[in-house]
């Protein structure tokens, strides 16, 4: 038996606002599938971020139909989760990917956890927020009682761990069930196989170059996905790297060689297929802004699809172009998180942290709805005799400490 693991594909992301990007998403999401049914495996999993919006473009939905009946035709299924991206977070939402169901899609929900694969058991959840941190962690008590009964089985989450994700992550890796023989992870875009109990833990990493902090894992383990042969004494798991449509090039000049130093690249882009994106880092720089950035979009524009420059002025970093277009630039969401520890209180500040990724993007329906969800779980929810919602927060002596009316 014999499966491929993918994740993070963002299919309709239009990067840095350029639809050749866009395009690049969708070329490499193809080639994969070829790849995949090249592999001659028996079945897909697919562990979330399949559409980088909850929203996707007609594009993105034909560009996911396409792969999917290839992989109809060859007879091979595809079981999936949503991620973070392929749903908006309110009570009710569906993912896009419901529209494919009937023609193969294998969606693993809150409602429908798991399915049988021959005698492989898998079994998964969507994304769940930090906010609903205890409900995951129920629910993942749940799924590992049934993988009990079962001698093959198969976890697939889309969720960050706190030993592999540094910054905001929604579970410990003591929340893991431990009796999983393969976890298909999928969140963080790095490449990670890990022993974990009696299997393997791994992100197989996004498909693409989703943001330019990921370009060091893309030099070290590229971007692809994994194959996984459950037959036999040992499991194997092998990672495949795919070529990327497009080079991402990073590159430090000194400004003394700068006349050198672009001639240098203009001779290893010239032939390319694809133009590339451009990180340039200009150092001990002595002269006019304006006239530097002129004179590398006059030598280099032609040739690359974007030029990205820093330049480094008496040990001063000038960022032209990478504070308007990376959205972690200037890191808001750290220096939120770094005052917030003032308060100890985890629940607190995963709230707010999730209300700044939705207000950010101006989802003011889909804060509401989080802010509700917050209370109903945080709080008894009882109503007076017109109907109104009034909270409740009992301490263990039955009294009640707080309440109020939700607005």
């Given at each position: 038996m014999k499966f491929a693991h993918l994740a993070d594909t963002h299919l309709g992301y239009r990067q840095f606002g350029l639809l050749e990007r866009e395009k690049d998403f969708y070329e490499v999401f193809d080639k994969i599938i070829d790849k995949i049914i090249e592999e001659k495996v028996d079945f897909v999993i697919h562990s979330g971020d399949l559409f980088d919006s909850a929203r996707p473009s007609p594009s993105a939905l034909l560009a996911f139909q396409k792969g999917l009946l290839k992989l109809k035709g060859a007879g091979i299924p595809m079981y999936a989760i949503a991620g973070n991206h392929d749903i908006v977070n309110r009570n009710g939402a569906i993912p896009p990917q419901v529209l494919f169901k009937k023609f193969g899609l294998k969606l693993i929900s809150p409602i429908n956890t798991n399915y049988m694969h021959d005698d492989v058991f898998i079994a998964g959840l969507p994304f769940y927020p930090a906010s609903q941190n205890k409900n995951l962690k129920s629910k993942l008590d749940e799924l590992s009682k049934k993988a009990e009964n079962h001698e093959k089985s198969i976890l697939v989450l889309h969720q960050g761990i706190d030993k592999y994700f540094n910054l905001q992550y929604e579970l410990e890796i003591g929340d893991i069930p431990d009796n999983f023989d393969y976890y298909a992870l999928g969140h963080i875009h790095n490449y990670i196989c890990d022993d974990f109990g009696n299997g393997k833990l791994v992100y197989p990493g996004s498909t693409e170059t989703w943001n330019v902090s990921e370009l060091i894992d893309l030099k070290k383990n590229g971007k692809g996905f994994i194959v996984?042969?459950?037959?036999?004494?040992?499991?194997?798991?092998?990672?495949?790297?795919?070529?990327?449509?497009?080079?991402?090039?990073?590159?430090?000049?000194?400004?003394?060689?700068?006349?050198?130093?672009?001639?240098?690249?203009?001779?290893?882009?010239?032939?390319?297929?694809?133009?590339?994106?451009?990180?340039?880092?200009?150092?001990?720089?002595?002269?006019?802004?304006?006239?530097?950035?002129?004179?590398?979009?006059?030598?280099?524009?032609?040739?690359?699809?974007?030029?990205?420059?820093?330049?480094?002025?008496?040990?001063?970093?000038?960022?032209?172009?990478?504070?308007?277009?990376?959205?972690?630039?200037?890191?808001?969401?750290?220096?939120?998180?770094?005052?917030?520890?003032?308060?100890?209180?985890?629940?607190?500040?995963?709230?707010?942290?999730?209300?700044?990724?939705?207000?950010?993007?101006?989802?003011?329906?889909?804060?509401?709805?989080?802010?509700?969800?917050?209370?109903?779980?945080?709080?008894?929810?009882?109503r007076d005799d017109s109907g109104e919602e009034i909270t409740e927060n009992k301490a263990e002596d039955g009294q009640v400490r707080f309440s109020g009316a939700i607005q």
């Open positions: 996984v042969d459950l037959d036999g004494p040992k499991m194997n798991v092998k990672r495949v790297a795919m070529d990327i449509p497009r080079e991402f090039i990073v590159k430090t000049i000194d400004y003394r060689n700068l006349g050198a130093e672009i001639d240098s690249i203009k001779n290893t882009i010239k032939d390319f297929d694809k133009r590339p994106i451009l990180n340039l880092k200009i150092n001990n720089i002595d002269s006019n802004l304006g006239e530097i950035y002129e004179f590398i979009n006059r030598e280099l524009g032609d040739l690359a699809l974007m030029i990205r420059p820093t330049f480094n002025v008496l040990d001063r970093e000038v960022d032209v172009d990478a504070i308007i277009n990376d959205e972690n630039a200037l890191r808001p969401k750290e220096l939120l998180i770094d005052e917030l520890k003032e308060y100890d209180s985890e629940d607190v500040n995963n709230l707010a942290v999730e209300l700044y990724d939705l207000l950010s993007k101006n989802k003011t329906e889909e804060s509401e709805d989080l802010i509700r969800q917050f209370f109903n779980e945080k709080y008894n929810i009882i």
